[in-house]
């Protein structure tokens, strides 16, 4: 039998920006249960995109946008042999994988505060460049390389 289906959690919006995408972002963000410095985080690198003349949550969209991946290749035993086989990506987990790759891009970074590295990849990600866009499109050329095998998708 199957198991029963997760309940949807509602997010409340964060209080600056009314967003419960940021909310989330926020709490991608946090390590340690540290959610006052991973919202200062958050905020201080909106504050910069804003202070760079741009709309801070228009960036911030389009950047999710920009990296949030269409397709990914996941393993299926199908005779004996595993096979990569593309599916289409459910929306919760892009938005999962795009969190991902934007802050662990600005992680990979050294040398500057957290707030200034994940400015720089949020404006990045929302002109279609940085390391989050590189690691969506290896992600697409995956799944467009096994695409012969899609018809094991289940």
């Known amino acids: ?85 593309p599916r289409e990506v459910p929306q919760s987990r892009r938005l999962a994988l795009s969190f991902r790759w934007l802050i662990g891009a600005a992680r990979a970074k050294k040398g500057k505060p957290m707030a200034d590295k994940l400015a720089a990849e949020l404006l990045l990600a929302s002109k279609n460049e940085g390391d989050a866009i590189k690691k969506k499109d290896e992600m697409h050329r995956m799944a467009d390389a096994n695409k012969a095998f899609a018809h094991f998708a289940w």
């Open 1 to 85: 039998m199957r198991r029963p289906l997760k309940k949807k959690r509602v997010w409340r919006p964060d209080i600056k920006y009314g967003s419960e995408t940021i909310t989330r972002f926020v709490n991608a963000v946090m390590w340690d249960g540290k959610k006052d410095t991973a919202r200062a985080v958050v905020y201080d690198a909106l504050a910069a995109i804003e202070k760079d003349g741009q709309n801070p949550l228009e960036t911030f969209e389009a950047a999710l946008r920009n990296v949030s991946p269409l397709m990914e290749v996941r393993s299926r035993r199908v005779g004996g042999a595993n096979y990569q086989v």
